[in-house]
């Protein structure tokens, strides 16, 4: 599908965002581990978290949307089903990953595998370590799906991750959950912590200092209410529009400001962002809050380590304040980019240099001169890549001329309402 974007006078009003898709992720796979019904309000329902839950249904658990709430009755972590078919997750990287994890303690024998990007991506990250506590895979050249595991015994390990990865964390956690002995792991920057706080909230013994994570096998885990905030992921792209569209004053209610999270926050308010964090509040174990946007004018950043694990999902849209702030941008330590959905670094690169952007890739990051830049609208493509997709189409608020986006179904992997609340916002 092709979406055009047209320049706006201003974005007004205020909305939630979409349901955080991390969160959404492990609230179904997490109840995996604890027999009895778990209850999710605010689930995002969007295509990466309903092939968790399809995978998680050929496990045995049973998943019912019902009403505002998502009920899942799993019969716990020793009585999941040997799947029959191959496990299909789709686009998602947190699904594959997290249930290697999973299954890697499972004495039967799972297939995993994606479509056409996520059949790219390196698994070898979580085979690794998930075949030093006892697990068997096998996969494409030792790390490309699909990825056959044959769940084993297993014995805690202590692992220093090689880069920074919620994803390879937290299947660790879940095969730790299930093996003999301690694991732990260690990671220089900072991660996203989420599986950490619920499994704590489930009654697991989770033992966490700066740097490090420790989890103890555990013989009966609880089920719990969730409560989703919104995703920050998602707000990122309408914090950027109502920063660099002049006259906007945007409220974004309730979202997720996790500090393993919001370095987007720390990034555009260095830049100039004129943000305000509002109404702060504890939500199911989470901190959420309400943020405030009104446009402002941004000067040059430099992005590096140890932020960039607290904001990797956000550099695409960063790149677009970066191609209005005043001299020369430049993002390092972030080569991960080009192992995600899409090879990011080169996507938007290449499609926001097509709008008149003069931006550059370098092996780890980007180079955005946003003084020489001059935003157009031309033909642009996602790369199949979802938050692709929604960069350009705010970098398209602002371009003179009209941009037409191809692949633009692909927001449906996170945020299948990003279209109708960019248009509710717009003022032309
Ligand atoms: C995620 C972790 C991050 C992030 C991804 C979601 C998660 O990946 O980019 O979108 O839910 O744990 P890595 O763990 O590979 O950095």
Not at 221 to 247: C, H, K, R
Not at 346 to 364: Q, Y
Not at 370 to 389: C, E, F, P, Q, Y
């Amino acid at each position: 599908m092709r979406y055009t974007v047209n320049r706006v006078s201003f974005l007004k009003g205020e909305t939630e965002v979409a349901p955080d898709k991390s969160i959404s992720h492990r609230t179904v796979i997490l109840s995996a581990l604890s027999p009895g019904l778990s209850r999710v309000s605010n689930f995002l329902q969007a295509e990466d978290t309903q092939a968790t839950c399809r995978c998680l249904q050929s496990l045995g658990l049973d998943i019912e949307q019902r009403g505002q709430e998502m009920l899942i009755k799993s019969p716990g972590i020793n009585d999941l089903e040997e799947p029959e078919m191959v496990l299909d997750c789709g686009n998602s990287g947190t699904t594959m990953r997290l249930l290697a994890g999973l299954l890697a303690g499972r004495p039967f024998t799972a297939i995993l595998s994606g479509d056409s990007s996520l059949n790219k991506r390196p698994m070898g990250r979580v085979m690794k370590p998930l075949a030093m506590m006892g697990a068997h895979f096998m996969a494409r050249q030792d790390s490309f799906p699909p990825l056959a595991i044959q769940g084993g015994d297993l014995h805690g390990i202590e692992y220093s991750m090689p880069v920074a990865s919620a994803q390879v964390k937290s299947a660790l956690l879940l095969a730790g959950l299930q093996a003999q002995g301690i694991t732990t792991v260690y990671e220089e920057a900072p991660s996203r912590d989420h599986t950490e706080r619920m499994l704590e909230a489930m009654g697991a013994t989770i033992t966490r200092i700066p740097g490090q994570v420790s989890v103890a096998p555990c013989d009966r885990l609880y089920p719990q209410d969730w409560e989703v905030p919104g995703d920050i992921s998602s707000a990122a792209f309408l914090m950027v529009a109502a920063t660099i569209v002049p006259n906007s004053e945007v409220l974004l209610k309730r979202v997720g400001i996790n500090p393993t999270r919001n370095g987007i926050l720390d990034v555009l308010r260095s830049m100039g962002a004129n943000i305000e964090v509002l109404n702060s509040r504890t939500s199911a174990g989470e901190p959420v809050a309400d943020i405030l946007v009104r446009s402002a004018q941004l000067k040059a950043v430099r992005v590096a380590n140890p932020i960039i694990p607290r904001l990797i999902d956000e550099l695409p849209v960063i790149a677009v304040a970066m191609a209005v702030a005043e001299g020369v941008s430049v993002v390092n330590d972030a080569a991960e980019l080009r192992v995600k959905e899409s090879d990011r670094i080169a996507a938007i690169t290449s499609e926001l240099g097509r709008m008149g952007v003069v931006i550059e890739p370098t092996p780890d990051g980007f180079i955005v001169d946003g003084s020489k830049s001059r935003l157009r609208g031309t033909n642009v493509n996602s790369h199949g890549d979802h938050r692709i997709a929604m960069s350009l189409a705010v970098a398209g608020l602002i371009a003179d001329q009209t941009t037409n986006i191809d692949n633009a179904e692909v927001v449906n992997i996170s945020y299948p309402e990003f279209w109708n609340t960019l248009q509710a916002l717009s003022r032309q």
